[in-house]
Antibody, heavy 117, light 111 residues
């Protein structure tokens, strides 16, 4: 069974940093690209960042460029999202997902990030 | 980049059918999309990958009541024999070289 488990969310002050983790099991981690998607309270899904299967290509939504960094650790079957200079508008549930054939085909349960003073 | 347009809501009676539409923006009518279901308070769940031809690949465990079809720039999700657990938000998704895009979602209410 494929499982994705996110962690690292919490309450942080504006301007602060958090590092989200996503551990993948039941799946060959090195075979596919990975994605972070977020959902602000009461809103729809928003793509945040992508990393390809070998980590050589990374893409971000404009609103997080220069502040967020996506990375992956093959030895730990883990995906990360380093979030710096956090803003109130970054408040959301963050989901990691495995991409197969271009689309998000497996989702984690999400981790809540709240940016507030 | 592509834009996906979805109506905000849809409703149908228990046991009936409902057809949701996701429309690709001009110049992107050939794109493949995915449909995802998000039940209240839960994470999204991948339902299927849908091609321009109307061919679709359902995720494992998704009931056959969920089917996909296409016409031009429109991609459809039809839910037959609507059940109470089908009450959820439904999102379409597509991608381009360096971006992913989600539609705004359709809230399905089972009457």
């Amino acid at each position: 069974e494929v499982q994705l488990v996110e962690s690292g969310g919490g309450l942080v002050q504006p301007g602060g940093s958090l590092r989200l983790s996503c551990v993948v099991s039941g799946f060959t981690f090195s075979t596919y690209g990975m994605t972070w998607v977020r959902q602000a309270p009461g809103n729809g899904l928003e793509w945040v960042a992508d990393i390809n299967l070998d980590g050589s290509e990374k893409y971000y939504v404009d609103s997080v460029k220069g502040r967020f960094t996506i990375s992956r650790d093959y030895a730990k079957s883990s995906l990360y999202l380093q979030m710096n200079s956090l803003r109130a508008e970054d408040t959301a549930v963050y989901y990691c997902a495995i991409r197969t054939n271009g689309v998000c085909s497996y989702w984690g349960q999400g981790t809540l990030v709240t940016v507030s003073s | 980049q592509p834009v996906l347009t979805q109506s905000s809501s849809a409703s149908a009676s228990l046991g009936s059918s409902v057809k949701l539409t996701c429309t690709l923006s001009s110049g992107h009518s050939s794109y493949i999309i995915a449909w995802h279901q998000q039940q209240p308070g839960k994470a999204p769940r991948f339902l299927m990958r849908l091609e321009r031809s109307g061919r679709y690949n359902q995720a494992s465990g998704v009931p056959d009541r969920f089917s996909g079809s296409s016409s031009g720039a429109d991609r459809y999700l039809t839910i037959s024999n609507l059940q109470s657990e089908d009450e959820a938000d439904y999102y379409c998704e597509t991608w381009d070289t360096n971006t992913h895009v989600f539609g705004t979602g359709t809230k399905v209410t089972v009457l």
